[in-house]
């Protein structure tokens, strides 16, 4: 029997991560420039999905169990931090996000649901929440998100959605602004990290809905 691959839709009718390869292909079938790739486990899968395409496609992508070596290189995340993430539902669009504590799991913020929205989106304003919320309350713990993209989102100060507005994402995308001009009238001590799945497991803000 032929092992599962889970496909990772980055550009196609719907994006998200596809289970089966009919899925996939009714996304980008005849799709312009259609952007997928395939891979061994979900949890690359989705990390793929919240990182940038090109970090994936034409590479090869090593999927087995980090070595020693590579493990003791990237070290164990910073127990004295807050972490972030967010959740995006393929089916029906609703997005969410939440802060919480590393260590504890306690939940700092969590905010939403919100309709017509993507991962992307809510990952970024899971980071300038947490900056928001450090700034506010005199806070200066490191913040962990496990996407590259919101990470750069913040960093550039722009979110480089290609996610049209609508009447149903009104809200959502009211605070995309809001977020956005945070950023560009504040500055912040707090560093941003990338949380290293692959050495230390899901994000402890993760919904827990794959």
Known sequence: MAKQKFYVVWKGRQTGVFETWDDCKAQTDKFPKAVYKSFKTRQLAEQAFKDEWWDYIGKHIFESDLTDEQLKLIGKPIEESISVDGAWNTSTGVVEYQGVHTTTKEV?????PFEDGTNNIVEFLGIVHA????????????????????????RNKEARTNHARSDRNTKLFELLDRAIKWLK???????ILKWETRAWGENPADFGRK
């Open 108 to 112: 700092i913020f969590k905010i939403g």
């Open 185 to 191: 009238e504040n500055e912040y001590e707090n560093e």
């Open 131 to 154: 900056l928001a919320h450090c700034k506010k309350n005199s806070i200066k713990l490191p913040i962990y998100s496990d996407s590259r993209n919101a990470i750069g989102w913040v």
